[in-house]
């Protein structure tokens, strides 16, 4: 059973951004990555923007809190990929109406990648390059009215950052150039390819949360934060936690929260 989602809507100009799938700035012990990613609604100026699209394992979830939002797959418009990981890239099929979008070099680095690797969904990245859904995004373009890509690499090679400018405020969707409120910081992030990047692209975010008051970060596993005096404040409660069949019976379960 999924928890209801009780995200606040981000409200920036003509915009209102809702997180579907909240991230969670954790790994698991025993068994491998969460690949827990957040999933965001962006709508405005006429399109339905999904940025990143989850994991296989969210796919249910998705669904179920678009409907939650009046919408199902086919009204999205564009699916905006930060970079080419699994638990963000892999369920664009899920859209075929929607144009795709991810950055050109970013693409061309995860198609090149052998059979078998870690976080690189081969066949979903090698059927995307050759799709007519592709679009693909050069460093500082403005991809919709109002949305630029900016370089962000470290965590991988073409990784992108993207700032809607709302006006007097914007919203940062660092992907996993800034996974959580820990690495921004620490200016040190864990699992990326390039530490020095890493470090370089973090310290340009800072710049552009900075760059106006009020402005938000939403990182790839983490709650949506702003800035109080230069300080990360989370603007929504954590909601984590795993059901566990432990007893005899099925309707006996065991709830572990995972949030402080």
């Known amino acids: 059973m999924n928890a209801p989602n009780t995200q606040p809507t981000i409200t920036v100009g ?4 809702d997180i579907l799938v909240q991230g969670f700035p954790g790994k698991t012990v025993c068994h491998g990555g969460l690949g827990w990613s957040t999933v965001a609604l962006v709508r405005g100026e006429g399109r339905v923007i999904l940025i990143d699209a989850g994991n296989f394992g969210m796919r249910r979830l998705i669904a179920a809190r678009l409907e939650a939002h009046g919408l199902n797959a086919s009204d999205v418009t564009d699916v905006i990929l930060t970079h080419a990981h699994y638990d963000h890239s892999i369920n664009w ?8 979008l991810i950055g050109k070099h970013e693409l061309e680095w995860a198609v090149a990648q052998p059979l078998g690797h870690h976080t ?3 066949f979903y990245v090698r059927e995307l390059a050759v799709s007519k ?4 995004v050069e460093v500082a373009e403005e991809v919709l009215p109002g949305l630029a890509a900016y370089a962000g690499p470290g965590h991988t090679p073409g990784h992108l950052v993207y700032v809607l400018n709302g006006g007097e405020r914007d919203v940062i969707f660092s992907g996993d150039a800034a996974k959580n409120r820990a690495e921004m910081l620490s200016r ?6 390039n530490a020095g990047d890493s470090r370089r692209t ?20 983490d709650v949506p934060m702003r800035l109080e005096n230069d300080e990360p404040v989370y603007i929504a409660k954590r909601t ?3 059901s566990a069949w432990f007893g005899r019976k099925l309707e006996e379960t065991t709830l572990i929260e995972l949030k402080v």
């Open 14 to 17: 003509g915009f209102s951004i």
């Open 120 to 122: 690189i969904p081969e």
């Open 202 to 221: 973090m310290e340009r975010i800072w710049d552009l949360w900075r760059k106006k008051p009020g402005s938000i970060l939403v990182p790839g596993h």
């Open 188 to 193: 040190e992030a864990d699992m990326t390819m």
């Open 133 to 136: 859904q592709l679009h693909n």
């Open 240 to 242: 984590a936690g795993i």
């Open 93 to 100: 099929p899920m859209f075929s109406s929607s144009r795709i």
